[in-house]
């Protein structure tokens, strides 16, 4: 790849330009710390290839206003930090029951309430898989560097508009506002999905209906479709039917599908695990530490490995449960007081210690603080 295309970004900007190189034409949020040079940027850049920025009178418009721009056929993102992520979770919701594929950025902060709107946090872990009530699908992204985060931006559209499910970029205040190069992208040098459309005519138009893939097919509004959209139980027609059997028929439907296409979204990455005794797990800002930790002790004839994943939910367990017959002690390096490391000990069922290391005082892991946490354990 040539040097001319490598960029200096912050990791806000990057979010922005990757989701623009997706394909993304609608933005519609509402300023929060750290998230808001994303609106910032997209509302320069937005009317430049012809897409379109609106800043909404609040978080829960916000999330409406991209669900409803999804379902014209327009690929549309949204970004917020935890308060507004709280906000959002009822649009979110619907999002979920009815399959519009659009993408959540929420750059953590310190929380809960107003917290420390400056600081990193990675306590919004488990509300961005159970935070809109209800069994739901969701997939989300937890990058770990400014590169990365431009990437997952991209991808998250294609994870959204492949299988019809909201997509929650989760970023840290770090990563958010750091700078980094960034090798930027041609359209033909990543994946683009264009939602499955209808073969049949208006008239014989089934929202809902399974071809056997376990996703509709999707008519935009506006291209002679008509059809209902509701956050009821539905059936295939769309319209409002509470027989527990197709409420049955569509939860499992919904959830199945993320199992389904597992290799659509499932984006992991190990290093030394193979002899690993001590396993260093982590995901986000976190892992940068990590890694250099790993690396040390391997340099010293321990046997560590690290298990970074950036595919955050659906969790990566079965790559995870592979390592539990080798693995004596897995290290959760988080910055919240244990959210993935009680993930990780379910996962484990016993074969294996899982000892977290955690910070909730706004700072970031330093590499010798794992570092000697692989020591105490090893």
Not at 4 to 20: F, I, P, S, T
Not at 282 to 292: E, F
Not at 337 to 344: D, H, K, N, S, T
Request: glycine letters at 8%.
């Amino acid at each position: 790849m040539s040097e001319n295309r490598l960029r200096l970004m912050q990791g806000n900007e990057a979010v922005a330009e990757g989701a623009l190189a997706a394909g993304c034409r609608f933005f519609a949020g509402y300023p929060i710390t750290p998230s808001s040079e994303i609106a910032e940027h997209l509302a320069n850049r937005l009317p430049e290839v012809g897409g379109r920025f609106i800043q909404m009178e609040d978080e829960i418009a916000s999330m409406a206003a991209v669900v409803g721009s999804s379902l014209t056929g327009v690929k549309s993102m949204t970004a917020t930090s935890g308060p507004g992520f709280s906000l959002k979770q009822e649009n979110l919701g619907f999002a979920c029951l009815t399959e519009t594929p659009v993408v959540i950025v929420n750059v953590q902060r310190m929380g809960p309430s107003t917290g420390m709107p400056t600081s990193p946090s990675q306590g919004d872990v488990m509300q961005s898989r159970w935070g809109t009530h209800g069994d739901h699908p969701i997939v989300v992204l937890s990058p770990a560097s400014v590169d990365e985060a431009y990437r997952a931006a991209a991808r998250s559209f294609y994870i959204s508009e492949k299988l019809r499910v909201p997509v929650v970029l989760l970023l840290d205040e770090v990563i958010g506002h750091m700078r980094e190069g960034v090798q930027v992208l041609t359209p033909d040098e990543f994946s683009r999905a264009e939602r499955k459309k209808p073969t049949v005519s208006p008239e014989d138009y089934q929202p809902y209906s399974d071809d056997g893939s376990g996703i509709p097919p999707l008519a935009n509004f506006g291209e002679g479709y008509r059809y209902h959209v509701t956050g009821l139980f539905h059936d295939e027609t769309g319209f409002p039917n509470l027989d527990p059997e197709v409420a049955d028929e569509l939860m499992r439907r919904l959830m199945d599908k993320l199992d389904r296409y597992r290799d659509v979204y499932q984006w992991t990455e190990h290093t030394g695990t193979e002899d690993a005794r001590v396993l260093v797990f982590a995901h986000g800002s976190p892992s940068r530490a990590a890694r250099s930790a790993v690396r040390q002790a391997r340099e010293e004839g321990m046997r560590v490995g690290q298990f970074r994943t950036v595919s955050l939910w659906p969790f990566p367990e079965d790559e995870l449960r592979r390592l539990s017959d080798t693995v004596e002690v897995v290290v959760v390096p988080e910055m919240n007081l244990g959210q993935i490391r009680l993930e990780i000990e379910r996962i484990m069922g016993g074969k294996a210690s899982v000892v977290g290391i955690h910070r909730t005082d706004g700072e970031l892991f330093k590499p010798s603080e794992i570092y000697e946490k692989i020591r105490e354990v090893y």
